[in-house]
C-alpha cells in the first residue's frame, strides 16, 4: 500500500516563528504536492515538485516555501507564520505518466496548523 | 484555468437511500479527467472513482458511479444504498491533460458535506 506520511497531526505556533511541514512517501513517487484546505475552499494547491530540488508554485504560493532534497520527502515552509495561514494542510504524491489515466494522488492525514 | 463548482454546501440522505452529489467544471482542454475523493472526520482523503473525458461509458466502483454529461460539463458521484460509514467530505476534482507529461496536478472544488441518517 501507498503510505504518505506527515509529521505532525497538530501543530501551534506563535506568529513569526519559522515553521516546517514534512512529508515523506514510500511509494516512489516522482511528484509530490502541498494544499491547504479551508472551509468553503476545498484544496488549494500551494507548491508542488516533479523531481528531485525541482519545484514549482502553485495557486497560492504566498508566504511559503518547499525543499525537496530526497526523492521521498517534500517539506513545506512557513518562513514566517501568520495567523492567516491557520489552516489544514494536506501532502500528496503521484507518479508522473504521459498516460491519460488514472494516476490518482495519495494523500497523507494531514497537519492541521494553528497559528497564535 | 480549470475550475471545478460543487453547489451544494451540505446534503442529507436517509440510509440505504441513494443520493447525487453535484459537480460542474469548466476546461478549454478536450483532454482531462474527473476524480472523487472522500474525507472522513479523520482527515484522509480517499480516493473513490475516476471518468477519463473520453471514456464512453460512466465510471462505476461498487456503489459509486459517475453521471458523466460532457456537454453539460457535469461529473455527480451518485451513491446508492447509502450507509452510515458514507458520511464525510467529498470532493470533486480534475486534472487535465495539456501535452506531454502530466505532473497530475489536480484543481478541487469547494466540497459537499454528506450526512446520512440512520
Known amino acids: 500500500d501507498v503510505k504518505v506520511t506527515q509529521s505532525s497531526r497538530y501543530l501551534v505556533k506563535r506568529t513569526g516563528e519559522k515553521v516546517f511541514l514534512e512529508c515523506v512517501q514510500d511509494m516512489d513517487h516522482e511528484n509530490m504536492f502541498w494544499y491547504r484546505q479551508d472551509p468553503g475552499l476545498g484544496l488549494r494547491l500551494i507548491y508542488f515538485?516533479?523531481?528531485?530540488?525541482?519545484?514549482e508554485k502553485g495557486d497560492i504560493p504566498e508566504g511559503y516555501s518547499v525543499s525537496r532534497e530526497k526523492k521521498e520527502r517534500f517539506s513545506l515552509i512557513l518562513e514566517s507564520a501568520s495567523t492567516n495561514q491557520t489552516s489544514m494542510y494536506l501532502c500528496?504524491?503521484?507518479?508522473?505518466?504521459?498516460?491519460?489515466?488514472?494516476?490518482?494522488?495519495?494523500f497523507g492525514p494531514g497537519t492541521r496548523l494553528t497559528v497564535l | 484555468a480549470q475550475k471545478i463548482t460543487q453547489t451544494q454546501p451540505g446534503m442529507f440522505v436517509q440510509e440505504k437511500e441513494a443520493v447525487t452529489l453535484d459537480c460542474t467544471y469548466d476546461?478549454?482542454?478536450?483532454?482531462?479527467?474527473l476524480f472523487w475523493y472522500k474525507q472522513p472526520s479523520s482527515g484522509e482523503m480517499i480516493f473513490l472513482i475516476y471518468?477519463?473525458?473520453?471514456?464512453?461509458q460512466n465510471a462505476t466502483e461498487g456503489r459509486y458511479s459517475l453521471n458523466f454529461q460532457k456537454a453539460r460539463k457535469s461529473a455527480n458521484l451518485v451513491i446508492s444504498a447509502s450507509q452510515l460509514g458514507d458520511s464525510a467530505m467529498y470532493f470533486c476534482?480534475?486534472?487535465?491533460?495539456?501535452?506531454?507529461?502530466?505532473?497530475?496536478?489536480?484543481?478541487f472544488g469547494q466540497g459537499t458535506i454528506l450526512t446520512v441518517h440512520p
Open positions: 515538485s516533479y523531481d528531485v530540488k525541482m519545484k
Open positions: 476546461t478549454s482542454d478536450q483532454s482531462y479527467g
Open positions: 471518468q477519463g473525458s473520453y471514456d464512453e
Open positions: 500528496a504524491s503521484s507518479f508522473s505518466t504521459w498516460a491519460r489515466g488514472a494516476t490518482m494522488q495519495f
Open positions: 476534482a480534475m486534472r487535465v491533460f495539456a501535452g506531454g507529461t502530466s505532473y497530475g496536478k489536480l484543481t
